[in-house]
């Protein structure tokens, strides 16, 4: 397969980034997996050992190449300005949940190009989408096929899209002839806003991040420490704030994929609310949407520690 044939039929089914990368063990990730694993780093979010992560056979044994994509979220909406108490969904969760919309999108991918194959009487490849479902590193791969770089903020960043785009990989079992991708190097340099902004001080020297401290895993995350509930801020789930800051996220292009458009009342709802949400409604608003995979309760109980937390500070 020629690489170029897969770029334009991705161009025609939305998808905003795509990259090709071998299969071999993704060990240029290693020690930076290995530093956070043994640092009490790991969420129980990623799948698996650092090791297993690297190894891209382990998940699809026929594999001879990988595709990485990227699709952007970034949009602007006007703020709801009122009397009501707040809180924010962070952009992950704005919209349809992005692991239906990249699995979606890579499949489309895959059957419109199988389709092609089957007209010249080629046979069907076989392959497999992973959308943050596997212990595959998503970044990682990304990186490989030269998509970003990553910040400081832990972020892969596209030096068109920002970090607000979604990374999706696609196993395959024919090869892809594709020019070795350019790693693209990394544009920081001495900046350190992210740092910074971080409420919690969350985001460490070397790429690390503590947790305990990232407002984006404490959302999610279903029992809580006192000093855990102190951290949570304004954010119902995951937080943004590093990304925010950061100069490659000022004046993006707004996403073309409509799935992931929302209002300012979706976005930052009030916290009444969600506080009395039914389970019916709870299906119905947030069944679909990413921060709808923990549950109602854990919905609930963020609702609960903003309005707290906001009290202790009034
Ligand atoms: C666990 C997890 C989390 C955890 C921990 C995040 C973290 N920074 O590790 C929590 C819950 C906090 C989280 C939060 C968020 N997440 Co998250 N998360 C994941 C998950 C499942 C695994 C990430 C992981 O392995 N972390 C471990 C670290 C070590 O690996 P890494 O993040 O990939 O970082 C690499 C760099 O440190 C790197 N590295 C650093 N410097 C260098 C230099 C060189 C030369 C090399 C080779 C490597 C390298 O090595 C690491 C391995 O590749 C992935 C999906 C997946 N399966 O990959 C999504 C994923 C990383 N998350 C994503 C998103 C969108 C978010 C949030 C923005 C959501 C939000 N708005 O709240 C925040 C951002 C927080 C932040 N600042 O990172 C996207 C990233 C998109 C992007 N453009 O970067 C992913 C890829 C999901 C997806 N498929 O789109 N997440
Ligand atoms: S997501 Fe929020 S809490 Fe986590 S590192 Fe970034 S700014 Fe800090
Ligand atoms: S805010 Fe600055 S240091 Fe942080 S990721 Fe962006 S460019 Fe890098």
């Given at each position: 397969?020629i690489?170029d044939?897969?770029?334009?039929?991705?161009?025609?089914?939305?998808?905003d980034?795509?990259?090709?990368?071998?299969?071999?063990p993704?060990?240029?990730?290693?020690?930076?997996?290995?530093?956070?694993h043994?640092?009490g780093?790991?969420?129980?979010?990623?799948?698996?050992?650092?090791e297993?992560?690297?190894?891209?056979?382990?998940?699809f044994?026929?594999?001879?190449?990988?595709i990485?994509?990227?699709?952007?979220?970034?949009?602007?909406?006007?703020?709801?300005?009122?009397?009501?108490?707040?809180?924010?969904?962070a952009?992950?969760?704005?919209?349809?949940?992005y692991?239906?919309?990249l699995?979606?999108?890579?499949?489309?991918?895959?059957?419109?190009?199988?389709?092609?194959?089957?007209?010249?009487?080629?046979?069907?490849?076989?392959?497999?989408?992973?959308?943050?479902?596997?212990?595959?590193?998503?970044?990682?791969s990304?990186?490989?096929?030269?998509?970003?770089f990553?910040?400081?903020?832990?972020?892969?960043?596209?030096?068109?899209?920002?970090?607000?785009?979604f990374?999706?990989?696609?196993?395959?079992?024919?090869?892809?002839v594709?020019?070795?991708?350019?790693l693209?190097?990394n544009?920081?340099g001495?900046?350190?806003?992210?740092?910074?902004?971080?409420?919690?001080q969350?985001?460490?020297?070397?790429?690390s991040l503590?947790?305990?401290?990232?407002?984006?895993?404490?959302?999610?995350?279903?029992?809580l420490?006192?000093?855990?509930?102190?951290r949570?801020?304004?954010?119902?789930?995951g937080?943004?704030?590093?990304?925010?800051?950061?100069p490659y996220?000022q004046?993006?292009?707004?996403?073309?994929?409509?799935?992931?458009?929302?209002?300012?009342?979706?976005?930052?709802?009030s916290?009444?609310?969600?506080?009395?949400?039914?389970?019916k409604v709870?299906?119905?608003?947030?069944?679909?949407?990413?921060?709808?995979?923990?549950?109602?309760?854990?919905?609930?109980?963020?609702?609960?520690?903003?309005?707290?937390?906001?009290?202790?500070?009034?």
């Amino acid at each position: 397969m020629i690489g170029d044939e897969f770029r334009k039929l991705a161009e025609q089914s939305g998808i905003d980034l795509i990259g090709f990368f071998s299969v071999e063990p993704l060990k240029e990730c290693l020690p930076y997996l290995i530093k956070r694993h043994q640092a009490g780093f790991s969420t129980g979010f990623e799948g698996g050992e650092p090791e297993q992560r690297i190894d891209y056979l382990r998940v699809f044994p026929s594999a001879k190449a990988g595709i990485a994509i990227g699709i952007s979220n970034y949009q602007v909406f006007e703020a709801v300005v009122d009397d009501r108490v707040r809180g924010q969904f962070a952009s992950v969760s704005w919209g349809e949940d992005y692991h239906r919309v990249l699995s979606r999108k890579m499949n489309e991918l895959m059957e419109a190009l199988n389709d092609e194959r089957q007209k010249s009487g080629a046979l069907p490849i076989q392959y497999q989408v992973f959308v943050d479902n596997s212990p595959l590193v998503d970044r990682g791969s990304a990186y490989r096929a030269g998509l970003g770089f990553f910040g400081k903020n832990n972020c892969l960043i596209n030096h068109q899209l920002g970090s607000f785009f979604f990374i999706g990989q696609i196993l395959v079992d024919c090869h892809i002839v594709f020019e070795q991708p350019q790693l693209v190097k990394n544009g920081c340099g001495n900046c350190q806003r992210c740092l910074d902004a971080c409420p919690n001080q969350a985001l460490g020297e070397g790429f690390s991040l503590d947790p305990s401290k990232c407002i984006s895993y404490l959302t999610q995350k279903k029992t809580l420490t006192s000093d855990e509930e102190d951290r949570i801020s304004t954010y119902l789930y995951g937080c943004d704030i590093c990304q925010n800051v950061c100069p490659y996220n000022q004046q993006l292009k707004q996403t073309r994929e409509e799935a992931f458009l929302v209002d300012g009342d979706t976005a930052s709802p009030s916290l009444e609310g969600i506080l009395t949400l039914t389970n019916k409604v709870f299906k119905s608003c947030y069944g679909k949407t990413a921060s709808g995979w923990r549950g109602k309760k854990i919905l609930v109980r963020n609702a609960q520690l903003i309005w707290k937390n906001k009290k202790r500070h009034d």
